[in-house]
């Protein structure tokens, strides 16, 4: 059995089974997906097709899927809704499965449409929830410590990347020690969602961070081995950086959307606040729509709005 194939666990029929393996395999290689949307995308089919299967009583085939109709989809959205799934999770499973009945069309293995006919569900619309100025650099200066405790030093080099340089947390943990941002290097090459890479400059503070974690790291700093490191020596875990933010929303008093992810909102909102253009900073970001990277203008407006009622005389 394929890799693909394996990601599903559940009994199928050969063709569909084949079928779902092939989809998958697409989206990797031809698509380019990045792998945790792999993943979320093969549970999502996994879902609908262990629901359909109970629904049918036996191992669902493509031809069960050419035969479904608008009443089965419905069906499955609202078993996952009484489960307590929320609306931008229902929404990326619709996605997936219109996605693969596309391509099951495309590839004249079935015609079924029902599906496109099904309104995607309503997600809530929320906007970036970054730190203030203040706040990040509370976050990001560890003080003492950091000079003089490799644990220390490696967390805050972490985190001045999510927030020096606006990088996703797994994007900083899969820096090579080649790559690391050491003298002689002021830009990284990040390789981001779906395999997109991306020029992004390094501030002196952040190479002058790194510098000083590596300076102190017990381990050996081999040039293709992992430039963060575990407690043990091996790639540091993203759950360990998400625990050193709990511990400094609770030391600094920090609201609970501090998360690692908040600092790299806090990059581009700050850099907009401070007159970044919207284009540079969705390259910065590494954002394929400018539209992703527009909601930061609804938090600047926002950010002035609150500033005007605090400070106007008639607010």
Same mark, same amino acid.
């Given at each position: 059995?394929?890799?693909?194939?394996?990601?599903?666990?559940?009994p199928?029929?050969?063709?569909?089974?084949?079928?779902?393996?092939?989809?998958?395999?697409?989206?990797?290689h031809?698509?380019?997906?990045?792998?945790?949307t792999?993943?979320?995308y093969?549970r999502?089919?996994?879902?609908?097709?262990?629901?359909?299967?109970?629904?049918?009583?036996?191992?669902?085939?493509?031809a069960?899927?050419?035969?479904?109709?608008?009443?089965?989809?419905?069906?499955?959205?609202?078993?996952?809704?009484?489960?307590?799934t929320v609306?931008?999770?229902?929404?990326r499973?619709?996605?997936?499965?219109?996605?693969?009945?596309?391509?099951l069309?495309?590839q &004249?293995?079935?015609?079924? !449409?029902?599906? *496109?006919? +099904?309104?995607m569900?309503k997600v %809530? #619309?929320?906007?970036?929830?970054?730190?203030?100025?203040a706040?990040?650099?509370?976050?990001?200066?560890?003080g003492?410590?950091?000079?003089?405790?490799?644990?220390h030093?490696?967390?805050?080099a972490?985190?001045?990347?999510l927030?020096?340089?606006?990088?996703?947390?797994?994007?900083?943990?899969?820096?090579?020690?080649?790559?690391?941002?050491?003298?002689g290097?002021?830009?990284?090459?990040?390789?981001?969602?779906?395999?997109?890479?991306?020029?992004?400059?390094?501030?002196?503070?952040?190479?002058a961070?790194?510098?000083?974690y590596?300076a102190?790291?017990p381990?050996?700093?081999?040039?293709?081995?992992?430039?963060?490191?575990?407690?043990?020596?091996?790639?540091?875990?993203p759950r360990?950086?998400?625990? &050193?933010?709990?511990?400094? !929303?609770?030391? *600094?008093? +920090?609201?609970?959307t501090?998360? %690692? #992810?908040?600092?790299?909102?806090?990059?581009?909102?700050?850099?907009?606040?401070?007159?970044?253009?919207?284009?540079?900073?969705?390259?910065?970001?590494?954002?394929?729509?400018?539209?992703?990277?527009?909601?930061y203008?609804?938090v600047?407006?926002?950010?002035?709005?609150?500033?005007?009622?605090?400070?106007h005389?008639?607010?």
């Open positions: 059995m394929s890799e693909e194939a394996a990601e599903l666990e559940l199928l029929s050969v063709d569909l089974e084949r079928a779902v393996a092939a989809w998958l395999a697409h989206l990797r031809e698509r380019g997906h990045a792998e945790k792999l993943e979320a093969a999502d089919v996994r879902q609908f097709l262990a629901y359909l299967g109970v629904q049918l009583g036996h191992p669902p085939c493509l069960d899927l050419a035969r479904l109709d608008l009443k089965a989809f419905r069906g499955f959205l609202a078993s996952r809704r009484r489960t307590g609306s931008r999770s229902l929404a499973s619709l996605s997936a499965l219109r996605q693969l009945f596309r391509w069309e495309a &004249a293995l079935i015609d079924n !449409r029902a599906i *496109l006919q +099904l309104a569900p %809530p #619309h929320s906007v970036p929830k970054p730190l203030t100025v706040k990040a650099a509370d976050v990001v200066d560890r003492p410590a950091a000079e003089f405790d490799w644990v030093a490696r967390d805050a972490a985190l001045l990347l927030y020096g340089s606006g990088l996703r947390i797994a994007e900083a943990l899969s820096l090579k020690v080649k790559d690391a941002p050491t003298a290097r002021d830009v990284l090459r990040i390789k981001g969602k779906g395999g997109k890479e991306r020029l992004v400059p390094v501030l002196p503070v952040v190479r961070a790194v510098e000083r590596m102190l790291c381990y050996p700093l081999e040039s293709d081995a992992a430039l963060f490191r575990g407690a043990k020596g091996g790639p540091l875990s360990i950086i998400q625990l &050193a933010m709990q511990h400094l !929303r609770e030391a *600094l008093d +920090l609201p609970p501090a998360t %690692p #992810h908040a600092l790299r909102h806090s990059f581009a909102t700050h850099l907009l606040s401070a007159g970044g253009d919207l284009r540079q900073i969705q390259e910065l970001l590494g954002h394929a729509s400018l539209s992703t990277t527009q909601a203008t609804e600047d407006r926002d950010r002035l709005l609150n500033v005007y009622d605090a400070a005389p008639r607010s």
